[in-house]
């Protein structure tokens, strides 16, 4: 290519559709690095014209007014934007053929053949790291010469197919300039003065572990590959001076390299010294026990992170060998657990419904013993969802573990209900069966996790369980089974166990993996907390109350267990008074015949102390946190407290969390 091809400047349309969350927006980080490459390294850069990011969804014909003028379309997909972004392409490409129709991004499978017979409007895909790749095409558009152009594939003018192998990874990650430093978001942001923006952050590509339901590992292969850090501290600079509250990082395993807790620290110090970033969101490295302590110890002790994530996914041998995950010590995610317990830290562990190798009864299992270990906060149970790319997106992997799925179209946690405006839905493949967890045992499974969810971690029972497991050895699995029996004699934990199983069967049938009511700010909530909602907006919580303490005294008699009646009967009432409620505006007193609430938190900090029966009075602080409305406790309470499970007086650290992140 020569600059005499060039007539006029050739115009490039980036597209990186990103939800917003809470009324905040993502800065299009991807868009901003394909176009900072070509800018800084394109053969005559002059000649190219950017059109203004396209970040967020918007109406399709919206989009395409906005990309008419360009010749170079690039879409960066995934599975929240693929629809829509096809069905902007697919306009586009009707209104101007000329248009070059560009795919990446993780939702372009690796064996494109079908993908791109399926899509005709679709000129070229990318495979993998897309700054060398998509310049190089941007360079050939003149004479259309793809022949010289690896990490692609296309259809010729005859319809073979052809596919190029994979470059090299970039190993030099510098040769990329900073979209945040190279200000190319300055005009997005005076464009739009009145978003709150986020921002997406690198400091490494590449993932050493090759989880079979992940796409990070197989797009990166295994060596990690690094951003020099004098380039991180300075666009934590950036963030700090745009004022950007939320970062989310997107390596893999932030820690893994030693110069991660630097990194933190010094994330630590600019919030310190100008406030902001307030959160820095990392994924854990898997195996790296001291290092990921003390890095995590960094973002708590500054408030960046407001808690740790252990994402454990299972604990079960069987189920780990057969996601690849056999190389991540499960000691380590225990011997974190403890230390951070022991230290105050908050955490909250990740487990995946329906992996392959799990069966219900290694589920609950570990679930239990993922409480014994001291998980009181939360554990997010996640469904599992097949990513193209994945090794589990292979038909012959779910072939060997008899893995059923079904279309579920995607929807936030607490994201609002409603059409996008573009009225494009984007779906997932969500697996509601395998050969070692059947239809029925699936359903089950998930009953049982939403009910652990509402008694343990939404806090309804959590005192009362947490005494009768320490004192009589009874299992967290046994105590909530005990609520998903079928002949309970209860009308109220009846109908708890049936919403349940309703709304599983419907996640199986294609339904929608959240609740919704229109009255309860028109969000999607997880089935626990909507059930939650329930029982205190209906005035349920005196009969559930009722209904428990019959239930849990029957189940002690018969395993003839001698609990006092008193210790149980006062520990339920303590946990009932404990509820935060709206319209609560005094404080009110307490008194129990056992130390009650001091061995419920010894248990917490992992530190427990002996049970003693002695009178206590405790007074419980409702004047200096009350609701005046059932709208401000629903997102105050129930939203903003769902990570920590802060529904109990005495937890009052309560702030602001976004739609769609957990």
């Known amino acids: 290519m020569n600059k005499k091809e060039f007539s006029k400047k050739i115009k490039i349309g980036l597209v990186q559709i990103n939800n917003s969350f809470s009324g905040a927006s993502y800065f299009p980080y991807t868009s901003g690095l394909l176009q900072a490459y070509i800018q800084e390294h394109a053969r005559f850069s002059e000649c190219y014209e950017f059109l203004p990011f396209i970040y967020s969804r918007i109406p399709v014909e919206e989009g395409v007014n906005q990309l008419l003028s360009a010749n170079i379309v690039g879409f960066s997909t995934y599975v929240w934007n693929f629809r829509l972004s096809l069905e902007i392409a697919r306009k586009l490409k009707e209104q101007n053929s000329e248009i070059l129709i560009v795919f990446g991004g993780p939702q372009v499978p690796d064996k494109a053949e079908d993908f791109l017979s399926q899509f005709p409007f679709i000129d070229v895909v990318c495979h993998g790291e897309g700054e060398q790749v998509f310049c190089a095409i941007v360079e050939n558009y003149p004479s259309k010469d793809w022949g010289s152009i690896p990490s692609i594939s296309y259809?010729?003018?005859?319809?073979?197919?052809?596919?190029?192998?994979?470059?090299?990874?970039?190993?030099?990650?510098?040769?990329?300039p900073s979209p945040y430093i190279n200000g190319l978001f300055e005009a997005l942001m005076l464009e739009n003065p009145n978003n709150e923006w986020l921002s997406l952050w690198e400091t490494n590509r590449g993932c050493p572990f090759s989880c079979t339901f992940c796409d990070w590992g197989s797009a990166t292969a295994s060596k990690v590959y690094r951003f020099e850090l004098e380039r991180l501290l300075a666009e934590i600079d950036w963030f700090a001076d745009k004022k950007v509250e939320f970062v989310f990082c997107c390596d893999a395993n932030f820690g893994i390299l030693s110069r991660d807790t630097q990194i933190a620290q010094y994330a630590a110090d600019i919030k310190s010294r100008i406030g902001y970033p307030q959160a820095l969101s990392v994924q854990n490295t898997k195996n790296a026990t001291d290092r990921a302590y003390e890095t995590q110890r960094i973002l708590n002790a500054s408030g960046l992170s407001k808690g740790v994530d252990l994402a454990l996914q299972s604990i079960d041998e069987n189920t780990l060998e057969s996601v690849k995950r056999a190389n991540i010590s499960i000691e380590t995610y225990e011997i974190l657990q403890q230390r951070f317990t022991n230290d105050g830290v908050a955490t909250f562990t990740d487990i995946i419904l329906g992996l392959p190798g799990e069966t219900y009864e290694s589920y609950v299992e570990g679930v239990s013993k993922l409480i014994e270990n001291g998980q009181h906060n939360r554990i997010q149970f996640n469904n599992l969802s097949i990513l193209p790319n994945a090794e589990m997106g292979d038909p012959k992997y779910q072939q060997k573990y008899g893995m059923v799925t079904v279309p579920s179209e995607i929807i936030n946690i607490h994201g609002l209900r409603g059409n996008p405006k573009d009225d494009v839905a984007e779906v997932q493949e969500l697996v509601i069966a395998t050969r070692d967890m059947p239809k029925e045992d699936w359903v089950k499974t998930r009953v049982?996790?939403?009910?652990?969810?509402?008694?343990?971690?939404?806090?309804?029972?959590?005192?009362?369980?947490?005494?009768i497991h320490q004192v009589c050895g009874i299992s967290f699995r046994q105590l909530t089974e005990l609520f998903m029996e079928k002949d309970i004699n209860g009308n109220t934990i009846s109908e708890i166990g049936a919403f349940f199983t309703d709304k599983a069967e419907d996640i199986q049938n294609g339904g929608f993996e959240f609740c919704n009511s229109p009255e309860w700010l028109d969000i999607w909530w997880p089935a626990d907390e909507y059930m939650f909602i329930e029982l205190c907006r209906e005035h349920k919580l005196d009969v559930f109350y009722q209904e428990a303490g019959e239930l849990l005294n029957l189940f002690l008699d018969s395993q003839f267990i001698d609990f006092p009646t008193d210790l149980l009967d006062q520990s339920i009432m303590l946990n009932r008074e404990l509820i935060k409620l709206p319209f609560q505006e005094e404080d009110t007193d307490i008194t129990t015949s056992y130390n009650i609430w001091e061995f419920f938190r010894s248990v917490l900090v992992g530190k427990p102390i002996i049970l003693d029966e002695i009178e206590c009075t405790y007074r419980i602080n409702r004047a200096g946190f009350s609701w005046s409305s059932w709208e401000k406790w629903y997102r105050e309470v129930v939203w903003y407290g769902n990570k920590k499970g802060a529904y109990l007086y005495g937890n009052d650290q309560i702030e602001r969390q976004y739609a769609g992140h957990y």
């Open 448 to 467: 049982f996790s939403w009910m652990i969810a509402l008694l343990h971690f939404d806090k309804l029972l959590q005192i009362p369980l947490i005494l």
């Open 155 to 176: 259809l010729d003018d005859d319809g073979i197919f052809i596919n190029h192998p994979k470059a090299p990874r970039i190993k030099d990650l510098d040769v990329i």
